[in-house]
């Protein structure tokens, strides 16, 4: 038994030493480095998919309930709101898919940047701590967003114009007296009360759900306009998601 324990490597090198399986020339670390970047993009790509799934149900929701609502002068205009939840649900999953991909990203974005770019065009300004910072990445994952960060930027760069699309579809379809019953005279449509009886939904009055709605509707603006953080890459004309 001890024999056999003679003759097992040791996983050390003397004490405070480096393991022997860690990449200890310049031709393993590069070999590392690249199946590593390979791995990472291939996460970053994953999320980037399941994001993009997202966005594209959203957009099927908004086509369908668009569809049914407006195609049938007898559909409720509650289909619409319907949508406009259903939209909200989609927003809150996509926001939390984004920032486990904005987690790849930032790695994926520090090797491209202190060391590809490097390799093909040197910049002595660029710092070397690139490597420690994404060795705390991966000693201690940590979302760099919150959740209202990445509620904030999918509904300013794709979220928004659903929202938009689903109100002004809402709007048409509590004042357009064509898309309410046939044969309305359209004259009632100048009519306050008309707009108000129509906006009605179930037991609650059509006045508090057009209050409710424009309420909400300033609230989704007032998040959309607020000031951005971002910097660096994702300031204005950069390429990003």
Same mark, same amino acid.
């Given at each position: ?29 590069t070999n ?18 399941? *994001? ?5 149900? @959203?957009?099927?929701?908004? $086509?369908?309930?668009?569809?049914? #609502? &407006?195609?049938? /002068? ?5 289909v619409l ?30 090797i491209e ?5 490097? *390799? ?5 300004? @660029?710092?070397?701590?690139? $490597?420690?910072?994404?060795?705390? #990445? &991966?000693?201690? /994952? ?56 129509? $906006? ?42």
């Open positions: 038994m001890k024999v056999e324990e003679d003759r097992t490597p040791s996983a050390w090198e003397g004490e405070g030493a480096r393991p022997l399986l860690l990449p200890g020339t310049p031709g393993e670390i590392t480095l690249s199946h590593y970047y390979r791995g990472e993009l291939g996460r970053m790509t994953s999320w980037r998919d399941r *994001i993009d799934r997202t966005s594209n149900w @959203a957009i099927t929701v908004v $086509a369908a309930l668009l569809s049914v #609502s &407006l195609s049938t /002068p007898t559909s409720h205009h509650g709101l319907f949508g406009i939840m259903l939209v909200t649900l989609l927003l809150m999953i996509e926001a939390r898919r984004y920032r486990f991909f904005d987690i790849y990203r930032a790695r994926i974005r520090q940047r202190s060391y590809f770019a490097q *390799i093909l065009a040197p910049d002595a300004a @660029a710092g070397g701590e690139w $490597a420690t910072v994404i060795a705390s #990445s &991966l000693r201690k /994952p940590r979302f760099l967003l919150s959740y209202h960060e990445a509620m904030h930027r999918r509904l300013k760069r794709n979220y928004g114009w659903m929202y938009f699309i689903l109100f002004l579809a809402w709007c048409l379809k509590i004042t357009t007296p064509k898309l309410q019953t046939e044969g309305m005279p359209a004259l009632q449509a100048q009519s306050w009360t008309y707009v108000i009886d129509n $906006a009605v939904l179930g037991p609650i009055p059509g006045l508090a759900v057009i209050i409710g709605v424009v309420i909400f509707y300033l609230g989704i603006l007032g998040f959309a306009l607020r000031p951005d953080r971002d910097e660096g890459e994702f300031g204005h004309g950069e390429a990003h998601v």
